[in-house]
């Protein structure tokens, strides 16, 4: 497909849409420039994250897909402890993924992000250590530390908190709805000495787990809660957020009090809420939102990441096919993405509520639905999934179309 339209294209995040949009804006022959606040690569330990099919398809078109196989973290066991219970119940995580999805791997979120990054770096210009101060309406961009530039569209695909957003819609309060719960993670010596397990602590309203990845020299702590009232804490306040997390799970578990107490020694750290993002339109003038930044279903339950991958895929393919005109692609992506983003909150509202029980019931039927998934044979167990979880139905039924690249663009080297 030929541009006539827009070829100049500035993306703000470098860490999954980003890539990935200026990975599929290249082969449609666009020019990306991709800025990131960070001065570099993000690589604070991160969680791991849930590629489905769709996503897993366009990895696989993007030529990444055997480095995302080979780094996936290999956890196919689960231990469940439920609070004030003597006994754990055990699962097998290999036949609730398979139950799931016919295709899924689960993959660190700093490596994957890597992978993206090196599938684009060399046809696409990067620009760390900075960010978007001033969006013109005619194009021109000023930057906290570059000199002004002129571009042709802006894409927000820096996260939940999105400067872009900001700088074009307005606060964030404004379109954040926050779901009652929240999430940490953070980095730790594999002490336990998990290989392909993940352990799970769970409790009214609180839910931990720890897990090692095969290629990790540490493991990661997990730590989701309900709160009925939003709580005092900025994002970048990272002692207060400590301080939640500790008050959170106090009393929980002895394991969970060991894993806490790392919290001042940890290397990488995240704590956030889980919110949604519901805005009527995720485009205005020359900008548009991807990911997160536009859409996010929730963090850490809504499968968020296949989402961000499809919406980058689908902005790129809807941008080519109206030969750059952004005043017909975007309405395109907007309408092509909203039934995939609609389905994904009410997933992720379903996710938090099965993940993070209410009551002592559902701290058992987390426990029990998952070992009686695990141990059905495939058929009856995929039926049992599909009548208990919508996530099943939801990431196996998205359709995207396909968009193929110009002939006339040289593919990138993936190394």
């Not at 849409?17 to 570099?40: C, D, I, M, N, Q």
């Not at 754990?88 to 994957?112: T, W, Y």
């Not at 978007?132 to 530390?145: A, K, L, M, W």
């Not at 990441?305 to 309405?331: I, Q, S, W």
Request: charged share 25%; net charge neutral.
């Amino acid at each position: 497909m030929r541009t006539r339209g827009a070829k100049r294209v500035l993306v703000s995040g470098a860490s999954i849409a980003g890539p990935v949009l200026a990975y599929w804006l290249t082969r449609h022959g666009f020019s990306v420039t991709v800025v990131e606040r960070a001065s570099g690569l993000r690589k604070t330990g991160g969680h791991a994250v849930d590629l489905f099919r769709p996503a897993m398809n366009i990895s696989e078109k993007m030529g990444v897909l055997p480095r995302v196989e080979e780094r996936a973290t290999g956890t196919n066991r689960m231990t469940v402890h439920r609070e004030g219970a003597r006994r754990p119940v055990r699962a097998d995580l290999s036949k609730i993924f398979s139950a799931a999805s016919d295709r899924h791997v689960e993959v660190m979120r700093d490596d994957l992000s890597e992978i993206y990054y090196d599938a684009t770096r060399e046809d696409v210009e990067y620009v760390f250590d900075d960010s978007i101060t001033t969006i013109s309406p005619d194009g021109e961009v000023r930057f906290e530390n570059a000199p002004p530039r002129r571009f042709d569209l802006v894409v927000g695909a820096d996260g939940l908190h999105s400067n872009v957003r900001r700088l074009t819609f307005g606060e964030e309060s404004r379109f954040s709805s926050h779901i009652g719960a929240y999430f940490g993670v953070l980095s730790l010596p594999n002490t336990a000495g998990l290989d392909g397990e993940l352990l799970m602590h769970v409790g009214v309203g609180r839910t931990a787990g720890m897990y090692g990845a095969r290629h990790l020299g540490d493991a990661r702590a997990l730590f989701l809660f309900r709160s009925e009232r939003e709580l005092d804490h900025h994002h970048r306040d990272v002692p207060r957020q400590k301080e939640l997390l500790r008050e959170a799970f106090a009393g929980l578990h002895p394991d969970v009090d060991r894993w806490l107490e790392e919290l001042d020694r940890t290397p990488a750290f995240y704590f956030d809420s889980i919110s949604q993002l519901h805005m009527d339109t995720w485009s205005r003038g020359r900008v548009t939102l991807v990911g997160d930044a536009g859409y996010c279903p929730g963090p850490a339950v809504g499968g968020s990441t296949t989402l961000a991958v499809v919406g980058a895929y689908v902005l790129a393919g809807e941008l080519a096919r109206a030969d750059g005109d952004h005043e017909v692609a975007f309405p395109a992506y907007e309408r092509a993405m909203a039934d995939h983003v609609r389905a994904s909150r009410a997933v992720a509202l379903s996710a938090a509520r099965t993940l993070i029980p209410t009551s002592r019931l559902g701290v058992s039927g987390l426990a029990q639905g998952a070992r009686l998934i695990s141990a059905l044979p495939a058929g009856p167990g995929r039926a049992l999934l599909r009548l208990t979880t919508g996530s099943a139905r939801l990431y196996n039924s998205m359709t995207v179309d396909d968009y193929p690249p110009s002939p006339a663009v040289p593919r990138a080297r993936v190394e």
